[in-house]
């Protein structure tokens, strides 16, 4: 993370969501944090960043998302040259997605 924000107040609050262990708790927290526009928008980022890893186009992420095109590209520059932070929690859905098929 970029040092300018690290701090022991972000390292509370990603500790904080680290102890969330539903998905109900997890968007309780959420909820109280954010506003909707906030939770929107990071929705909205969680969803081009899966589109771009399935290799989807520019246009048709627009299209299913409402992104601008200029998030799409802010999004996908993340993916490539970010911190890994969408990389990790894609391929971790990926993993958890393919152990639940194998039961």
Do not use: W
Request: proline residues 0%; negative net charge; aromatic residues 6%.
């Amino acid at each position: 993370m970029n040092n300018k924000l690290r701090g022991k107040s972000m390292d509370s609050l990603f500790q904080a969501i680290l102890h969330l262990n539903t998905l109900e708790e997890c968007s309780n927290f959420f909820e109280d944090l954010c506003t909707i526009s906030e939770l929107r928008a990071m929705e909205q980022r969680f969803q081009v960043a899966a589109m771009l890893d399935e290799g989807r186009i520019y246009s048709d992420i627009a299209k299913e998302t409402g992104a601008s095109t200029a998030t799409i590209s802010r999004v996908n520059k993340c993916l490539t040259y970010g911190s890994d932070g969408y990389r990790t929690a894609l391929d971790r859905m990926k993993q958890a997605k393919g152990n639940d098929t194998d039961e």
